[in-house]
């Protein structure tokens, strides 16, 4: 007859949660918002990479004092009633995981938390522990893995961990990048868009760029990027002259990943490409450099340098599919673990 070991204490009586992690927004498009959120975003040394002796002069005398404003009103011109669509898209991509899980059977708690404002990684961990949760995964809003982002998010986890006795067991999904769901949501999105607005000429594919140094320090973006765009490229049956990939979002004088977003637009509507569609798959839900960056300022510069339409594709945000996708992900990732039968109720931090 097998072994059949008993249950431990923890299996029987722990919880299993989901953490889905973003970024993170200011609290509201109001110059003290954007300084507090900016603040805590460039004072990571994953984000910044320059010695804090040399850095923090720069951040706190120059960059908080002059960018909070401009980037107010940039977060003012796509702040929604709700408020900012960051939030609100991942609020629901979170409800939108934990229903499909309890379909199909799963007693798992899903949660999510920013790496930067509110809600905060280690306030919702606070909170699960809290309500008994015993094994954690932490799924990420980051397709494509950069230490940029997701290590950052691991540096959360890991500072709060620090300051505990007793931690929860953990797993972490670092990257997607080439899942076949994820591809075929984003093939999804850009077949409806095309059913209904029509086809470009070519399709641009923009990710958020990061300093070029890093790539060379061993970082994987950009290679999977590029890995990114070819299957989804694949999947919609694109030749190589059909798309490009480009990175945006720049920021300070060293150079990023090239070849830019904005320059790129420029030249191709003064080579004569009239009619372009533009998308960012490296974002799962729509945000300020998504709606502000892509969809106002490359906008404008695509049709001031001589192409006349402009069709911006929104990111994943309530796609079913993607919803499917995001929840074959995490039930992967969660095999093994007993979250369908034995145990009690689930936690309600939201």
């Known amino acids: 007859m097998p072994f059949r070991p008993a249950p431990t204490t923890s299996d029987a ?60 009103a940039k977060y003012a011109s796509v702040w929604t009633p709700q408020g900012s669509a960051l939030k609100v898209w991942t609020e629901q991509q979170t409800g939108g995981l934990r229903s499909l899980l309890a379909e199909r059977g799963h007693r798992v708690g899903v949660h999510y938390a920013m790496r930067y404002g509110q809600p905060a990684i280690a306030a919702q961990l606070d909170a699960l522990v809290a309500e008994g949760v015993t094994r954690l995964l932490v799924l990420q809003a980051y397709p494509q893995y950069s230490g940029t982002t997701t290590a950052s998010v691991l540096d959360a986890v890991g500072a709060w961990s620090r300051r505990q006795r007793r931690l929860p067991e953990f797993r972490f999904v670092n990257d997607y990048h080439d899942d076949a769901g994820y591809i075929a949501a984003l093939a999804d999105s850009v077949e409806r868009h095309w059913a209904q607005h029509g086809r470009g000429e070519l399709l641009l594919m923009s990710f958020h760029g990061i300093p070029a140094r890093n790539i060379a320090l061993g970082d994987p973006y950009q290679a999977q990027c590029q890995a990114t765009a070819r299957l989804l490229a694949r999947r919609l049956g694109l030749t190589e002259q059909q798309y490009r990939l480009s990175f945006q979002s720049r920021f300070g004088r060293a150079k990023w990943l090239e070849p830019y977003t904005e320059p790129t637009l420029r030249a191709l509507a003064q080579q004569g490409t009239k009619r372009i569609d533009v998308m960012c798959p490296g974002f799962p839900v729509d945000c300020l450099e998504t709606l502000e960056e892509i969809n106002m300022e490359a906008r404008e510069a695509f049709l001031a340098s001589g192409g006349e339409t402009f069709s911006y594709i929104p990111c994943l945000n309530d796609s079913p599919a993607w919803a499917q996708a995001l929840t074959d992900l995490a039930e992967r990732h969660l095999s093994g673990w007993n979250t369908r039968a034995g145990q009690a109720d689930q936690p309600a931090v939201s």
């Open 13 to 72: 009586s722990g919880k299993t949660a989901v953490l889905y992690c973003n970024l993170g927004t200011p609290d509201a498009p109001t110059a003290p918002a954007v300084r507090r959120y900016l603040a805590e975003f460039l004072s990571d040394p994953r984000v910044v990479e320059i010695p804090r002796l040399a850095w923090w002069p720069i951040l706190h005398g120059i960059i908080l004092r002059v960018r909070p404003a401009k980037s107010a």
